[in-house]
């Protein structure tokens, strides 16, 4: 007797996010920004996010948060915005409250916010295995593992009791393998990695989707600002020998947030132009 497929397993027609509220940490500038700007043309509602009204500013990139935000409303879907510290539980618990107050529930949740980035704000000065001051660690694992970890606690939960919604860590290529100096951001992303292969078995069986976008070196204004560059690897020509572009690494992230991948979990997609091509 032929059987017909059920219809669960026709392909989702769109990467349509309407209807959907999703967060970006750290979206007040570079990459975070950028991936707003990709949720909402496929129609979520957003909420952006930094550390800081002033945060935007550091690189150049805008005046403040406000006027991010304000750039962004016109755009078709609903907006708005939160400041605090990723690390503070407390700070984590306001914003998500505001944001259940304003928007709803969140169904996508993006945890970019991050960097190698020390206690001062800034790359720590020494940066090696065995050098770096244990400030400046305890301030990268923070800012990286810790804050994506209390980000998923606050409101994975809510996914899983809706049995809805997709959270997408953003690690590192630093993370995949050895690298010297960024040792300690390399294994702060090392553990966001391996955190989102746990957390998506935990939250298998309540149908919430858990994976990581791992970028290669990607061309936002921190990153132009605290290294040296090559001048090769800027152009955006045929090649993939080269940075990418901040618009490369959200649309990865579009696609994970998307029903597109709607079986999809527990993955880390490294978007590097196939610089590294090892298996795991
Ligand atoms: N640019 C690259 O080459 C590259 C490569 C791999 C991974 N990444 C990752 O992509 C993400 C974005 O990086 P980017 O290059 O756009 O840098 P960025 O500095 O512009 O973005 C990081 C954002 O996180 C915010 N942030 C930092 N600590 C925070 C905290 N404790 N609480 C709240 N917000 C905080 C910052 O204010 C900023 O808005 C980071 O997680 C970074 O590690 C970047």
Do not use: W
Not at 19 to 32: D, K, M, W
Not at 114 to 126: E, L, S
Not at 173 to 179: E, P, S
Not at 201 to 206: F, G, S, T
């Amino acid at each position: 007797m032929s059987q017909t497929a059920p219809a669960s397993a026709k392909p989702a027609s769109s990467l349509d996010l309407s209807g959907q509220v999703a967060i970006v940490t750290g979206s007040g500038r570079g990459l975070g920004r950028t991936i707003i700007e990709a949720l909402i043309d496929l129609g979520a509602d957003v909420v952006i996010h930094d550390i800081s009204e002033e945060a935007p500013a550091q690189y150049g990139e805008d005046a403040n948060l406000t006027a991010v935000a304000a750039k962004l409303a016109d755009r078709g879907t609903r907006t708005m915005s939160v400041t605090g510290d990723i690390t503070d539980e407390a700070a984590v618990k306001r914003m998500v409250d505001a944001v259940n107050e304003r928007l709803g529930p969140i169904s996508i949740l993006v945890n970019c916010a991050g960097g190698d980035i020390g206690a001062a704000g800034t790359k720590p000065a020494k940066n090696g295995a065995l050098d770096i001051s244990l400030e400046d660690a305890r301030a990268v694992m923070e800012r990286n593992f810790i804050g994506t970890m209390m980000m998923c606690r606050a409101i994975c939960p809510g996914m899983a009791e809706r049995n809805h919604g997709s959270v997408i860590n953003v690690g590192s290529l630093n993370g995949h393998m050895g690298v010297s100096p960024e040792v300690i951001y390399a294994c702060a992303k090392a553990a966001i990695v391996h955190y989102t292969r746990c957390l998506a078995l935990e939250m298998r069986p309540l149908g919430v989707r858990v994976n990581a976008v791992s970028p290669g070196p990607t061309k936002s204004a921190r990153f132009l600002a605290t290294r040296t560059t090559d001048a090769k690897m800027m152009d955006e020509g045929p090649s993939l020998d080269r940075y990418a572009s901040p618009a490369e690494i959200a649309d990865a992230v579009a696609f994970l947030a998307s029903p597109k991948s709607r079986f999809v979990s527990g993955q880390i997609l490294r978007v590097d132009g196939a610089a590294s091509l090892f298996a795991a």
